[in-house]
T-cell receptor, first 116, second 114 residues
Framework: AQTVTQSQPEMSVQEAETVTLSCTYD???????LFWYKQPPSRQMILVIR??????QNATENRFSVNFQKAAKSFSLKISDSQLGDAAMYFC?????????????FGKGTLLTVNP | DVKVTQSSRYLVKRTGEKVFLECVQD?????MFWYRQDPGLGLRLIYF???????EKGDIPEGYSVSREKKERFSLILESASTNQTSMYLC?????????????FGSGTRLTVV
């Protein structure tokens, strides 16, 4: 079974600074998807960024980028120019690309605080 | 955009009650999921369904059942609510041509069992 580990229960960053959230995962599969979700106080889970394992290029979405290290099974999220609205719980998630059940396995989350 | 709607944002029930949590999606998605979210534990999969009347157990199905009579609706049932089922419940769906994009989530139901 796949596992996802987020080793930082809480992180904080100053507004306009850069922060990196860590995620590692364990799998024996070669093809899969990785995701970062954001959950603000409104509780609505929002997809921040995704990465296909077969793609070597790291995904980027505006101020959000990932550092995907497949051999190390590492998938960190970098938030540049942090804004107050980035304050939220962030979850890393894994999904197999094969099969048909589309289950997501989540880490335990990292609570990000952004200080003005 | 796909919408996933959970019928209640907050719910308070008594121990032993039968509780229904409803989830409806409007984009004809085949796959629907119920997760439970607890502090320090992240999201854990309770049940999922890949088609009408089809269901599979997730990682923590004990004390729960589900129903999917129509494609758009996936109900989570607590047969006899207990205080350890006090939690946030999240519904999600995925389907069509967007499987690689991950789920669309509802906004959650915070259930308190007293």
């Amino acid at each position: 079974a796949q596992t996802v580990t987020q080793s930082q229960p809480e992180m904080s960053v100053q507004e306009a600074e850069t922060v990196t959230l860590s995620c590692t995962y364990d799998t024996s599969e070669s093809d899969y998807y990785l995701f970062w979700y954001k959950q603000p106080p409104s509780r609505q889970m929002i997809l921040v960024i995704r990465q296909e394992a077969y793609k070597q290029q790291n995904a980027t979405e505006n101020r959000f980028s990932v550092n995907f290290q497949k051999a190390a099974k590492s998938f960190s999220l970098k938030i540049s120019d942090s804004q107050l609205g980035d304050a939220a719980m962030y979850f890393c998630a894994y999904r197999s690309a094969g099969g048909s059940n589309y289950k997501l396995t989540f880490g335990k989350g990292t609570l990000l605080t952004v200080n003005p | 955009d796909v919408k996933v709607t959970q019928s209640s944002r907050y719910l308070v029930k008594r121990t032993g009650e039968k509780v229904f949590l409803e989830c409806v999606q409007d984009m004809d998605h085949e796959n629907m999921f119920w997760y439970r979210q607890d502090p320090g534990l992240g999201l854990r999969l309770i049940y999922f369904s890949y088609d009408v009347k089809m269901k599979e157990k997730g990682d923590i199905p004990e004390g729960y059942s589900v129903s999917r009579e129509k494609k758009e609706r996936f109900s989570l049932i607590l047969e006899s609510a207990s205080t350890n089922q006090t939690s946030m419940y999240l519904c999600a769906s995925i389907g069509g041509t967007v499987y690689g994009r991950g789920y669309t989530f509802g906004s959650g139901t915070r259930l308190t069992v007293v």
